[in-house]
């Protein structure tokens, strides 16, 4: 079992940076694929950066050139700096994590957080 939590979400304006942790529970963290997803009001919940075992990173195209996913095992922390934030950003964030490779798909992942609120003011 997996206990995900989030934090770092908050009111910010278009331009600023926010940087997202992830602190999970659990011996398995570094055997873990983790990865970041969002969901705005009345939209499906869409990837946003993956960073596997192995520290492979993956992101969407929304988002690459500004957000980067990290992670320190020792910690059982993964990290998403987001710069150059953008109004569309707006949404929930969530920390997931899953046993396999590599996966753009929310269905494919094992445990999530609850989430934490991010908004950005143009």
């Known amino acids: 079992q997996v206990q995900l939590v989030e934090s770092g979400g908050g009111l910010v304006q278009a331009g600023d940076s926010l940087r997202l942790s992830c602190a999970a529970s659990?011996?398995?963290?570094?055997?873990?694929?983790m990865g970041w997803f969002r969901q705005a009001p009345g939209k499906e919940r869409e990837f946003v950066a993956s960073?596997?075992?192995?520290?492979?990173?993956y992101y969407a195209d929304s988002v690459k050139g500004r957000f980067t996913i990290s992670r320190d095992n020792a910690k059982n922390t993964v990290y998403l700096q987001m710069n150059s934030l953008k109004p569309e950003d707006t949404a929930a964030y969530y920390c997931?994590?899953?046993?396999?490779?590599?996966?753009?798909?929310?269905?494919?992942?094992?445990?999530w957080g609850q989430g934490t609120q991010v908004t950005v003011s143009s």
């Open positions: 960073i596997t075992r192995g520290g492979g990173t």
């Open positions: 997931a994590s899953r046993r396999g490779d590599y996966s753009g798909s929310y269905r494919l992942y094992d445990y």
């Open positions: 659990g011996r398995s963290f570094s055997s873990h694929t």
